[in-house]
């Protein structure tokens, strides 16, 4: 059975920085699991991906006109062939406004939240714990924050 997991940047951003790795690489290494990332994911990964491989802020990227070499240099194609994409729907506004409002989430945590909920995606991992807690409890979602939880909710699974 597959069960299906929200990657947020956080995991990707760490990898990237070759720290806080295991969590990630657990994810990647288990067939069993369809790991779904959206466009907003995708936006803040790459954009800290930039600042990692260019030593820069972005912006002063940007001005360099260093973004076409960085991506050439260091292409995330493959990397992102790991994942299944979800789209926004004609929905996400709606629930990502609700979100915000009930759980105080600033917009790219309500958008990563309302992709699980629309998407019926049971578990969100994200090393941004403080954030997501609560509202993935009152959402019905699995917050993955260790290697612990991925053990527990694997073998949760598997019963």
């Known amino acids: 059975m597959t069960s299906r997991i929200f990657i947020d940047s956080s995991l990707l951003v760490e990898k990237a920085k070759k720290s806080r790795t295991d969590l990630f690489d657990a994810l990647i290494r288990n067939p069993n699991l369809e ?8 936006s803040e990964f790459t954009f800290h ?43 996400t506004v709606l629930v990502y406004l609700d979100l915000m409002s009930k759980y105080n989430l600033l917009p790219n945590d309500a958008l990563i939240l309302s992709a699980c909920v629309l998407y019926e995606i049971p578990y969100l991992a994200s090393y941004d714990k403080a954030d997501f807690e609560t509202p993935c409890f009152k959402e019905g979602i699995g917050l993955i924050h260790s290697l612990t939880d991925l053990d527990w909710i694997l073998k949760t699974e598997n019963r």
């Open 35 to 42: 790991k779904c990332i959206s466009a907003t994911v995708l």
């Open 49 to 91: 991906l930039l600042a990692i491989e260019g030593g820069k802020a972005p912006r002063t990227l940007k001005e360099a006109q260093a973004i076409p070499a960085l991506l050439s240099a260091n292409p995330p194609q493959d990397f992102l062939r790991l994942f299944t994409f979800v789209p926004d729907s004609s929905q």
